[in-house]
């Protein structure tokens, strides 16, 4: 399935080359998530992008300061655009966390840019920039299957607890697909999985 516009991070989001006159801040930030999504964290470099984007160094020092400017404006698009569709995509589905699984599931099914950076960010929870980014990622993610889970009748402990298992089911099936780059499974196979896994997790479908 496409999207009618493209995401940060997606290099249909931009020219493959751009002059150093029409070049901006966002060029730079979608090509630093470009990377990102790639090769991970680590790799993300001024000489690198320059070379992607068909201009010199000095275009990208119009714009930032440094190599962690860049990054730091980067995360943020990710974290504000993405992530923020991200949880409007699951919160529109319903208030029963079968729903809302189902379409964290099936979100990251699809692969999208954004889990692409997602699992690379994993990656780099060393880097200063990062942890804090994730933590917040994390525990707005929570925070909504915690609320679903809530609204299905379960106390506020319980709700923590499967919201939790849930987050950690999404991580690992993300870490498991695009990091270890697994087999994939058929779109037969992973709805029985997605089905499998809201039965074990949502009360009144097989799991208390």
């Known amino acids: 399935m496409t999207h009618a516009h493209p995401h940060p991070g997606d290099s249909r989001a931009r020219p493959a080359a751009a002059s150093h006159n029409r070049l901006s ?3 730079w930030e979608l090509a630093a998530l470009d990377l990102i999504a790639e090769q991970g964290v680590g790799a993300l470099a001024v000489e690198t992008l320059a070379k992607r984007l068909g201009v010199t160094k000095g275009s990208f020092y119009w714009h930032f300061r440094n190599r962690e400017a860049l990054l730091k404006a980067a995360l943020s698009r990710w974290e504000n655009h993405d992530e923020r569709e991200l949880l ?3 919160a529109a589905v319903g208030d029963h966390p079968r729903e809302r699984l189902g379409a964290l599931f099936r979100w990251v099914s699809r692969e999208v840019r954004p889990h692409r950076i997602y699992a ?5 929870l060393d880097h200063p920039l990062v942890r804090p980014l994730m933590a917040r990622v994390s525990q ?10 809530r609204q299905a009748g379960l106390d506020r402990a319980e709700a923590q607890h499967r ?20 087999p994939h499974l ?13 039965s074990a997790l949502v ?3 097989g799991g208390n």
């Open 25 to 27: 801040a966002e060029d």
């Open 88 to 90: 409007g995509h699951i």
């Open 163 to 182: 919201a939790r298992l849930t987050y950690a089911a999404y991580v690992g099936f993300l870490q498991l697909n695009l990091t270890l780059a697994l």
């Open 186 to 198: 058929s779109h037969e196979q992973y709805e029985a999985y997605v089905e499998h896994v809201i």
């Open 203 to 205: 009360p009144g479908n």
């Open 120 to 124: 690379a960010l994993m990656q780099a």
């Open 140 to 149: 707005r993610r929570m925070d909504l299957l915690t609320l679903a889970f």
